[in-house]
């Protein structure tokens, strides 16, 4: 059809959102799941397909509706076919990295809370020092009280 058709429009915006949410999901596959930028990207990437998935849902009601009186829109059935095939494909897409994602979460859900459970050294070394500053702190004044419990005992 026609540059100016606004479908075509649309389907260029949101195949765009899609690309660039197919780079964000390499990028986010290829690090470690336990660290602040996975968890920014994994929110990243649920909030994209969301709004992606919104987008292809408000495509397919206007399809919907030029359906309705296709010759008033100036397309044929076959063109309104190969509408709905392209936002079931994109759907899919969408569908599969949100799957993806989703699973990820939950795996690093699962896998910091047995970290938490074992207590395990987390991998983030800001994290960690921080972490064997309060268990130095801890150990020193449980010494302390320690040794004052056992001076009033000698008394």
């Known amino acids: 059809m026609s540059a ?4 075509y ?5 949101i195949q765009q959102s899609i690309d660039k949410l197919q780079s964000t999901f390499h990028q986010w596959d290829n690090i470690s799941s336990n660290n602040r930028e996975s968890i920014q990207l994994t929110k990243e990437l649920l909030t994209s397909c969301e709004s992606i998935r919104w987008q292809i849902d408000e495509l397919d009601k ?4 030029a359906a309705r009186d296709p ?4 397309i044929d059935e076959a063109e309104l076919e190969k509408r709905r095939r392209w936002t079931i494909t994109a759907r899919t897409q969408v569908d599969a990295m949100r799957k993806a994602v989703q699973a990820g979460k939950e795996q690093s859900i699962a896998f910091s809370t047995r970290q938490e459970l074992m207590r395990l ?5 800001y994290q960690a020092s921080r972490s064997n500053q309060y268990e130095a702190q801890d ?4 010494i302390s009280s320690e040794s004052d419990r056992q001076l009033l005992l000698i008394k």
């Open 71 to 74: 010759a008033w829109y100036g």
């Open 121 to 125: 050294p987390n991998d983030d070394p």
């Open 9 to 13: 429009i649309v389907k260029e915006e």
């Open 139 to 142: 150990n020193d004044a449980f």
């Open 4 to 7: 100016q058709d606004p479908f």
């Open 62 to 65: 206007a399809i919907a509706v």
